[in-house]
């Protein structure tokens, strides 16, 4: 028997919370054991809760990975690691960049663990040029509902492994991951990053940028008329060899020990409005100059600006946040895109942090999200009715338009309009049936969606 605790859980958005029974268990024993206790009432494995929304979820058994945190295999000839599960992409950047390497993906935190990385297939700033987190994965071990530990290839497995890359945890518990680090030279990044000026200015600069691995931009998604889409794009690339010699160069370095900034309380209902999000956009827009800036910056301030502050999801509040991440394909006037601007600048809910890029081509799981198109990332205060009336009809022009939401960041879609941003939920279900009949593996999300059935068997 494993010890459960009752706990409130939630994801980093802090809507919504939801009581399960949870255990921490340390071992892959222990492990095995935990998914024998829980059969009657479901099971979730819960990583390093960075997903948004209601993705790591459940109000039966809650299973946390974070104890399954070891180094198992590394060869430094080819960059292969195998680890388990639990193991955070922190963790592998900590040991691997002083002996030159460096994770293929990473979302924009590091503070997420390698089973969570798989099971919502993350994408980084790289997609265009490097796909997503399974793209660079070549095996997994899963433990199924059966007690069974399957060790899933592409090739042995080929529907298991569309099932469960992308899949939500809704297919077992990933114990292990093989995944092939990238050699770099050092912790440093080649950047620019230029003032847009409007939408077409940003698509522009993003095409011109094929010399660069890694593209992102922040947009003013407050502003309207010509300026719309306004804002910064940021490309970067690992630096050569021998960048430490240009000292002057260099920015500072910043690790583990500079995180000293924290949100230790939750912020007042008041702190964001309408005002202060309008003035957050003007300040960081015209902050950088017109043009173009180069620098040479640590790989923390690039990747991961937002980890420099700590339980920085509590300046929301205690409602907390939804984040509404969408992809939409591209076409010439780039139409929807405008319409889903358009449509939050006359809601009056802005977003402080409205994060656009363009995905390149994919080949991975059946609920993966990244799409070709263009992807824009937007965090809205939990306003209650009004803001889910908002989203809806966000919902609305991203399925007319073929798009789809990031279930990673989502607490709300409709099943409607879930099966269609993701026309093979189907086949999906089927092979996820096939793994699970009796329907162990459960989550708030996947009831919502339809996954899985509230009780028991899918
Ligand atoms: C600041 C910030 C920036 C982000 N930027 C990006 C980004 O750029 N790109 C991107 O793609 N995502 C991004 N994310 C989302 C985040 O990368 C994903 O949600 C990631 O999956 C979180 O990993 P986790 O370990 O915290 O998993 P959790 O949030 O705990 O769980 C997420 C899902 O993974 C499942 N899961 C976790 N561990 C296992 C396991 N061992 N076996 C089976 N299933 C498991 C859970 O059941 C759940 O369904 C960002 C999040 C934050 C907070």
Redesign the pocket.
């Known amino acids: 028997m494993a010890d459960w605790v009752k706990r409130d859980m939630e ?2 958005g802090r809507w919504p919370v939801i009581s399960a029974e949870v255990a921490r268990p340390e071992t892959r024993a222990d492990m095995v054991k935990a998914v024998g206790d829980s059969q009657g009432d479901g099971l ?9 929304g209601d ?2 979820l459940h109000s039966g058994h809650v299973v946390m ?1 974070t104890r399954l945190d070891r180094f198992l295999a590394f060869d430094p000839a080819t960059g292969w690691l195998k680890a388990e ?2 193991v955070s992409l922190e963790e592998v950047l900590r040991v691997f960049v002083p002996r030159g390497f460096f994770l293929p993906i990473t ?3 590091k ?3 390698l ?6 297939d ?3 700033k790289n997609h265009h040029v490097d796909g997503s987190f399974s793209n660079h994965v070549r095996s997994f071990e899963l433990l199924t509902a059966s007690g069974e530990v399957l060790e899933v290839r592409k090739e042995t497995h080929p529907e298991l492994w569309k099932a469960t890359v992308g899949g ?2 809704l297919t ?4 292990s991951v093989e995944l092939r680090l990238t050699p770099v030279a050092g912790p440093w990044i080649e950047m620019e990053s230029v003032r847009v000026e409007d939408l077409d200015h940003f698509f522009a600069v993003s095409a011109e940028s094929t010399g660069f691995t890694h593209t992102v931009g922040w947009i003013d998604c407050v502003t309207t008329g010509k300026a719309m889409g306004r804002g910064i794009f940021m490309r970067g690339r690992h630096a050569p060899q021998g960048i430490e010699a240009k000292k002057s160069l260099l920015g500072r370095v910043v690790d583990a020990a500079d995180r000293l900034l924290d949100v230790p309380i939750d912020g007042p209902g008041w702190l964001l409005n309408q005002a202060t999000v309008k003035a957050f956009n003007e300040v960081y827009f015209r902050k950088h100059p017109r043009g173009q800036k180069n620098s040479i910056v640590h790989y923390e301030p690039f990747f991961y600006p ?1 980890d420099a502050v700590r339980h920085w999801n509590r300046i929301y509040g205690k409602r907390g946040f939804l984040q509404y991440q969408m992809v939409l394909p591209k076409t010439p006037d780039q139409r929807p895109l405008r319409e889903i601007l358009g449509a939050i600048t006359r809601s009056g809910f802005g977003s402080f942090l409205a994060v656009i890029k363009e995905f390149g081509p994919t080949d991975n799981g059946w609920l993966s ?1 990244p799409t070709p198109g263009v992807t824009l990332a937007l965090d809205f205060p939990n306003h209650g009715a009004p803001l889910l009336e908002l989203l809806e009809r966000l919902d609305a022009i991203t399925v007319e338009a073929g798009g789809r939401v ?1 279930l ?2 989502d607490a709300r879609v409709s099943r409607e309009s879930f099966q269609r941003m993701y026309p093979e939920w189907e086949a999906w279900k089927a092979a996820r049936d096939a793994v699970d009949p009796k329907g162990v593996f459960r ?1 708030t ?1 996947g009831e919502r969606l339809g996954l899985v059935t509230p009780g028991g068997r899918s």
């Open positions: 994801g980093w979730l494995a819960y990583g390093l809760g960075r997903s948004y993705t790591a990975t599960a639990g979302p924009g935190t503070f997420v663990t089973g969570g990385a798989l099971a919502c993350v994408h980084g939500l945890g077992g518990v990933v114990l937002l999200f990031y990673g960041k989550s999300m």
